[in-house]
């Protein structure tokens, strides 16, 4: 049983700047858990909170179901992978592996088991008698979740694994980290500020920001319904689109009145749902993926038709970004590469309003 | 015209001068470079060589003065085996030997452990106590003595070299102490995170991580600490007048020189064999004092 609880933990450094401000989380036994957030939210504070490296200033963290508040952090049954991967430089990647084992007096053979055993899981086998000196970056990042995974502990703490290598290979590593999970299944606590890693490796994101969580969720659940302005434009990439706007009625429906005369009609099912703010301004989010061409036969319902003039064209070969001002908001559009788009033309586009989002800029929270 | 076709007479603009050549650059900074090696390296090696030849002389060549004083006519040894056969000089090459051991292994042991708790246990007054190591390494050593020969008397240890080896360490600790501060700050933080996570305890942490990785800063530690009490000069003139005491530094001048007295040539021998063992020290030492032992530890 490996779950770990946190309840109403704080941190407040000397001088009072409170970096965690009394968060709640129940993380379950072989759970995939990422921390997300920019930086500064408190995110690495609490995985170093729990892991020991840091004091809680208020509340309690429990792993296992005892409280570990007061227990130092090789007593804690945890294995931690840094940024920086903080490997033992005279020490062989074998001895690197072996060496938290030799700390806890397990016998030759068995530590010998466990090393091969975890250089055969990450096909680091070839890599055993190196000095991390000798090792790419990739492969060094490799060694400091085999030290981890011999270890065999109750829970698996990663801060910032992947910031350190190339895009591609922080690509291939994510898919490893997952695949070790699946592996190992080890309860697993992920620190991260990127987003995609968020989405692609965890069962549940919390996204934290200025050291309260935001939201706590399944990947999709953030992506789809997110809580507040804040996860809307922290999830996804591109980042939401939000644009001021002005809600109200005409002619029997609920309308969204944009800058530039741009009037976007709000769907049936969500107009009891924003009813209550017609007349008022609110913030109109849309992804950029549910700003897209007027595709031929296209059958996805409540598509509302607009003409915009983009400023800046960004081809990605998969799809193309185009980037729109409308009355200095920045709004961002993917669009098939096959349509020809350049600065300056019209486009014809279709917002998805069946995926529009609502919020009150007075709480930033979602309507 | 392309930035590479232009032509080398032309000006750099905005700069006001002339396009350089990068080779022509290079070969007269190797040329400044070579220069000034040379006039330093004669400047450094000068003395040294004097006392090398003045050691190979007999003592009528030294004292004929017609002639360049930088060629040996009738090279000998018979300085060194006159000093080499003498069992007081023996007595002083082992006294200085007995001290300078005890000297570094005192100091490396206390500035070891009090460089790791100053670096690493961040506790109340860590910081000021830090700087006040230091602090104590700016007085002269030739303030401290005055105080140091009461110190030393009182403890009957005047005339001994084990009051040399109380005394010494107070010159060394503080400067090895600081520089091992420097060794164990530049060790990354995950590093000690790493093994107090893996099951280290302080002790453990120190002996299995911290000392292996600040190798190169413990040899120079080492080396400092030989350096000192191998050259001391002032404190043993100062504390000890019995010969069969003596370290090699004043033993060699006390029993050389006689009154008005110059025994050069042995003076020259007793020198040159003095400052063999911190040559040969730096010249084994130098090899594992490879900096980038870190390398690879983190991203880099």
Request: charged share 20%; aromatic share 8%.
């Amino acid at each position: 049983m490996a779950q770990v609880s946190i309840r109403k933990v704080v941190k407040e450094y000397e001088g009072g700047v409170q970096a965690v401000k009394g968060i709640d989380l129940e993380i379950a036994d072989h759970e995939f858990v990422v921390l997300v957030g920019p930086s500064g939210c408190g995110k690495s504070t609490t995985l170093r909170m729990i892991a020991g490296l840091e004091e809680i200033s208020g509340g309690e963290i429990a792993i296992g179901g005892g409280v570990v508040n007061d227990i130092p952090p090789r007593d804690r049954d945890i294995a931690m992978v840094f940024q920086n991967y903080a490997l033992y430089p005279h020490m062989t990647v074998y001895d690197n592996m072996a060496f938290g084992l030799m700390l806890r007096k397990f016998d030759k053979a068995e530590i010998r088991r466990r090393v091969e055993n975890a250089a055969r899981i990450l096909d680091i086998g070839m890599l055993l008698d190196r000095k991390p000196k000798a090792l790419s970056g990739g492969q060094r990042q490799r060694v400091a979740m085999g030290r981890a995974i011999v270890r065999d502990p109750k829970v698996f703490l990663f801060d910032e694994p992947l910031s350190n290598l190339d895009a591609k290979l922080r690509v291939q590593m994510r898919t490893e980290i997952k695949k070790v999970h699946q592996t190992v299944k080890t309860t697993t606590i992920y620190v991260t500020h990127d987003q995609i890693e968020a989405m692609t490796l965890a069962d549940r994101v919390v996204v934290m920001n200025h050291g309260v969580i935001e939201q706590v969720g399944p990947p999709t659940e953030l992506y789809h319904r997110p809580a507040t302005k804040f996860v809307a434009g922290f999830i996804g990439s591109p980042a939401m689109n939000f644009i001021p706007a002005r809600l109200e009625h005409g002619s029997g429906a609920l309308n969204i009145h944009l800058p530039d005369n741009i009037v976007l009609p709000v769907p049936e099912e969500r107009r009891s749902r924003y009813a209550s703010y017609a007349g008022k301004e609110v913030l109109f989010g849309i992804r950029p993926e549910h700003l897209t061409e007027i595709r031929p036969n296209d059958h996805r319902p409540n598509l509302a038709p607009l003409h915009l003039t983009p400023e800046v064209v960004e081809p990605m070969g998969m799809e193309t970004l185009v980037h729109i001002w409308l009355q200095g908001t920045e709004i961002s559009a993917r669009i098939d590469p096959a349509i020809p788009a350049e600065p300056g033309r019209p486009l014809a586009l279709a917002a998805d309003m069946g995926q529009m989002h609502l919020i009150d800029p007075q709480t930033d929270r979602m309507i | 015209m392309s930035a590479t076709a232009a032509s080398p007479s032309a000006a750099v603009p905005g700069l006001g001068r002339r396009i350089g050549s990068l080779r022509k650059e290079r070969r007269w900074a190797l040329l400044t470079a070579y220069i000034s090696l040379v006039v330093a390296a004669i400047v450094m090696l000068a003395p040294p060589f004097y006392m090398l030849i003045t050691s190979l002389k007999t003592s009528a060549e030294i004292s004929d003065l017609s002639g360049t004083p930088w060629i040996v006519r009738n090279p000998t040894l018979d300085n060194y085996w006159a000093l080499i056969s003498d069992p007081m000089f023996r007595g002083f090459f082992f006294n200085s030997v007995k001290i300078t051991v005890c000297v570094v292994a005192i100091t490396m042991v206390i500035s070891v452990f009090a460089a790791f708790s100053l670096a690493r246990m961040k506790f109340f007054g860590s910081g000021v106590l830090a700087t006040g190591v230091f602090l104590t390494y700016l007085v002269p050593d030739t303030l401290l003595f005055i105080p140091l020969y009461q110190i030393v008397g009182n403890l009957g240890l005047l005339n001994s070299i084990w009051g040399l080896v109380l005394v010494y360490p107070t010159l060394t600790v503080p400067f090895c102490t600081w520089i091992m501060i420097g060794y164990f700050a530049s060790i990354p933080k995950e590093l000690d995170e790493a093994a107090l996570i893996d099951g280290a305890n302080w002790m453990q942490m120190l002996t299995r991580i911290f000392i292996p990785v600040a190798l190169p800063g413990i040899i120079a530690a080492t080396i400092f600490a030989f350096t000192v009490s191998w050259a001391a000069f002032v404190y043993p003139t100062a504390f000890i007048t019995r010969p069969d005491e003596m370290p090699l530094t004043i033993g060699v001048v006390s029993q050389l020189i006689r009154g008005d007295t110059f025994a050069w040539g042995q003076l020259m021998a007793g020198a040159l064999l003095a400052a063999l063992p911190p040559v040969i020290v730096y010249a084994f030492l130098m090899d594992y004092y490879v900096a980038g032992l870190t390398a690879g530890a983190t991203k880099g």
